[in-house]
């Protein structure tokens, strides 16, 4: 239904919105964007609704298509709806009206459908009320069932629910999730109603890139979970998921809100307690995490290497070295070293990043590594080679191997980094040895 490849968006003055968005979204099916405030969710929504056209004061790079058309053409094909965050309803037409007109523009009439829709938005009582007699939960019912009206093949949904205390959001999703199959795009802040209401759900960083992927992986249908969204949360999908999500977004939270004066006290922090085993298991991970949009900094980076040298456990040596590879003017020597020594320690290695993102099933650490591996801007290429490497975690993953011999044999178009296919070629090397070894102890 709709194709998104290297998506980038920025304004003439240069503030970077997005950058290279890829998506693909089967049709029938709900994809979810979640993330950060301020990381460009709402404006992908607007590039997909074809209502952020080029301008003179803003520029789009990359290509989107819906059922193969220009966002632009598919809307005018009248088949789209688009809900915005806030209720843009009519002031002079009744709660009626306002869910009637989009079929009075299309030059028809259906009163039996208007009347359903306002049932299902619980407004039976209010039909004949205007918009200044609604209160804020009540005006998003009317722009939900106006959105619905059309029965649209594509329907995108902007923080449609956040002004719906969650009984009524229970009651909303039961309720229209049964009338239509329609493909939607919805942005939302709720992390439990993303893995509630989606098959995909995508993660989008502060600087406006890709940050993760998940597919929904569960047996539950989104029918039936909206009807028994406390057993759902019980669901091995939504206990892998829920957690996953709040680590990205937590994190790129408190990433944007750090100043370099907290880094300087952060990385004193490590310094201090580098050398004593005890004292390094004592640092927390978020002091660790904050360090890397700092590390071009040179105070910052020679400090990370000089704590790396005298590091004694293994867990402060992988932390610090996240940082330490951020670092854009690392030599390819320097890389080359680095690499090797996570080789050695590859299986606590991986087994620490699979724990930092906080995934249990091999599926999405998979597609969390390979977005990271495959998005061309927001990753510090010459570091990547890492998350080549975490693909040891995922080794039970039939199409993992697939996917290292098609690294190494050069056919991925994206994964042209250096160390890219040597990683490849190593990993796979790796991954043969430990299944050898473990049919021999077996």
Not at 33 to 56: E, Q
Not at 199 to 220: E, P, T
Request: with cysteine; glycine share 4%; hydrophobic share 40%.
């Amino acid at each position: 239904m709709i194709q998104a490849k290297d998506i980038s968006f920025h304004y003439a003055e240069g503030k970077q919105v997005l950058q290279n968005i890829s998506f693909d979204l089967e049709k029938g099916k709900t994809l979810a964007i979640v993330g950060a405030s301020g990381c460009g969710k709402s404006t992908l929504l607007r590039i997909i609704s074809g209502i952020l056209p080029c301008t003179n004061s803003n520029r789009l790079h990359g290509t989107i298509l819906v059922e193969n058309q220009t966002p632009d053409q598919y809307r005018q094909t009248g088949k789209l709806a688009f809900m915005f965050q806030e209720a843009t309803l009519m002031p002079h037409l009744t709660v009626k009206e306002n869910i009637e007109l989009p079929l009075k523009i299309k030059g028809s009439n259906d009163p039996q459908k208007v009347a359903d829709l306002i049932k299902a938005v619980g407004l039976e009582e209010y039909a004949n009320y205007l918009p200044k007699q609604l209160s804020g939960g009540m005006k998003t019912r009317v722009a939900l069932a106006r959105a619905f009206v059309t029965e649209p093949e594509l329907l995108l949904l902007d923080e449609p629910f956040s002004a719906l205390d969650i009984g009524w959001k229970s009651d909303l999703y039961k309720r229209l999730v049964s009338l239509f199959h329609t493909t939607v795009v919805i942005v939302t802040h709720d992390v439990q109603e993303a893995i509630l209401l989606a098959d995909d759900i995508i993660v989008l960083n502060r600087k406006g890139s890709l940050q993760a992927k998940f597919s929904v992986n569960s047996s539950i249908s989104i029918n039936d979970r909206v009807h028994d969204i406390a057993g759902f949360v019980n669901d091995q999908a939504f206990q892998e998921l829920y957690p996953a999500l709040q680590q990205a977004i937590i994190l790129e939270e408190e990433r944007k809100t750090i100043t370099y004066k907290q880094i300087i006290e952060n990385i004193n922090f490590i310094h201090q307690r580098a050398g004593n085993d005890k004292e390094e298991n004592l640092i927390p991970d978020s002091i660790l995490d904050s360090i890397h949009d700092y590390a071009n900094r040179d105070e910052v980076h020679n400090s990370l290497v000089d704590s790396y040298n005298r590091a004694e456990t293994l867990r402060l040596k992988h932390m610090l070295l996240w940082g330490i590879l951020e670092n854009t003017n690392l030599s390819n020597e320097a890389h080359q070293q680095y690499f090797e020594f996570y080789l050695d320690n590859i299986a606590q290695f991986s087994n620490m990043s699979r724990q930092w993102y906080k995934t249990k099933t091999d599926e999405t650490l998979f597609h969390t590594l390979k977005v990271r591996i495959e998005t061309a801007k927001g990753y510090n290429q010459k570091k990547k080679w890492i998350y080549i490497c975490d693909l040891y975690a995922v080794s039970q993953l039939p199409k993992v191997k697939l996917y290292i011999d098609q690294i190494e044999n050069g056919q991925i178009e994206a994964v042209n980094f250096p160390l890219a296919k040597l990683a490849a070629k190593q990993i796979k090397e790796k991954i043969k040895n430990a299944k050898q070894d473990s049919i021999h102890i077996a």
